[in-house]
């Protein structure tokens, strides 16, 4: 069972910026999909930011109310996801959760539309006041 370790969320101000990081138990290099979703209170999970390591160019997919705010991306060398959010908006405040497939896998489809992942960290709140 892969261990995932969430970390940096916090309270920013509207405009703010935070880093998130992501501590998997093993390497991450492999895995079919990694991602940041976020939930909040009554409403469904949903994919803020995903890597596809099918994605021979690196590409990333990320939901439309954070493209050109957030970005998604890992350091294989310490098994660390991580998402940058700048100009953070009141609307970002959500509990966000790290997701992974395990090692040595692949995934033909789109990360950002799958709900269901066997890895999932217990994560971290982020809370932006106007």
């Known amino acids: 069972q892969v261990q995932l370790v969430e970390s940096g969320g916090g309270s920013v101000q509207a405009g703010g910026s935070l880093r998130l990081s992501c501590l998997a138990s093993?390497?991450?290099?492999?895995?079919?999909?990694m991602g940041w979703f976020r939930q909040t209170p009554g409403k469904e999970r949903e994919a803020v930011a995903t890597?596809?390591?099918?994605?021979?160019?690196?590409?990333?997919t990320y939901a439309d109310s954070v493209k050109g705010r957030f970005t998604i991306s890992k350091d294989n060398a310490k098994n660390t996801l991580y998402l940058q959010m700048n100009d953070l908006k009141p609307e970002d405040t959500a509990m966000y959760y790290c997701?992974?497939?395990?090692?040595?896998?692949?995934?033909?489809?789109?990360?950002?539309?799958?709900?269901?992942?066997?890895?999932w960290g217990q994560g971290t709140q982020v809370t932006v006041s106007s």
């Open positions: 997701a992974a497939d395990p090692p040595n896998t692949v995934y033909g489809g789109s990360c950002s539309d799958r709900k269901e992942y066997p890895n």
């Open positions: 093993g390497d991450i290099i492999y895995r079919a999909c």
């Open positions: 890597i596809n390591r099918l994605n021979r160019d690196g590409s990333t």
